[in-house]
């Protein structure tokens, strides 16, 4: 069975610098997709970024980026120039190719310090 | 568009009472899902439905119930409730893309108190 894990159950950061967040996940699958998601206090499950598998280019949106190292399983999360607005719990996510299941990690929590 | 919408926000019920959870989607997606969030564990798969007229059990199935009402509408059922299920639950849908980045959006989510 896949599993994710988020070893970091709490980070914190200085507002303006740069996190990272890990995960690592466990599958014997080629085909798959990995998600990160953020929830805010107002518990909403907000899509923050994703990465295909089969893409060898790390996803990036905006201040969020990824690096992927699949031999590894490897998907960490890097948030630059954190902001007040980041703190949230942070989820890594995975659906290998043709599930409906997203398979979660089992959160980080995000301090932003001012 | 309102997204993922999920009524009530907030339930408290004694044991063994039932109750239906509502989620509604206007984005048109084909599959639905249910997932509850309990401390330290996570989101985890109740129910989903790949389409309308069908349903799948997910990881944690047992104590609910669902139905896909038409493609807009999932509810979830706890017809006897236990502390146990005391969670907060969470609806989501997605168009269903077998192959590709299916990405599942959330709705606001549901805290249920069990006592």
């Known amino acids: 069975a896949q599993t994710v894990t988020q070893s970091q159950p709490e980070m914190s950061v200085q507002e303006a610098e740069t996190v990272t967040l890990s995960c690592t996940y466990d599958?014997?699958?080629?085909?798959?997709?990995l998600f990160w998601y953020k929830q805010p206090p107002s518990r909403q499950m907000i899509l923050v970024i994703r990465q295909e598998a089969y893409k060898q280019q790390n996803a990036t949106e905006n201040r969020f980026s990824v690096n992927f190292q699949k031999a590894a399983k490897s998907f960490s999360l890097k948030i630059s120039d954190s902001q007040l607005g980041d703190a949230a719990m942070y989820f890594c996510?995975?659906?290998?190719?043709?599930?409906?299941?997203?398979?979660f990690g089992q959160g980080t929590r995000l301090t932003i310090n001012p | 568009n309102a997204g993922v919408t999920q009524t009530p926000k907030f339930q408290v019920l004694k044991t063994g009472q039932s109750m239906t959870l509502q989620c509604a989607q206007d984005?048109?997606?084909?599959?639905m899902y249910w997932y509850r969030q309990d401390p330290g564990m996570g989101l985890r798969l109740i129910y989903y439905s790949a389409s309308e007229g069908t349903t799948d059990k997910g990881e944690v199935p047992n104590g609910y119930n669902v139905s896909r009402l038409n493609k807009r509408e999932f509810s979830l059922r706890l017809e006897s409730a236990a502390p146990s299920q005391t969670s907060v639950y969470f609806c989501?849908?997605?168009?269903?893309?077998?192959?590709?980045?299916?990405?599942?959006?959330f709705g606001p989510g549901t805290r249920l108190t069990v006592l």
């Open positions: 599958t014997s699958e080629s085909d798959y997709y």
């Open positions: 996510a995975y659906r290998r190719e043709g599930a409906q299941k997203l398979v």
């Open positions: 989501a849908s997605s168009e269903a893309l077998f192959r590709g980045a299916d990405t599942q959006y």
């Open positions: 984005m048109n997606h084909n599959s």
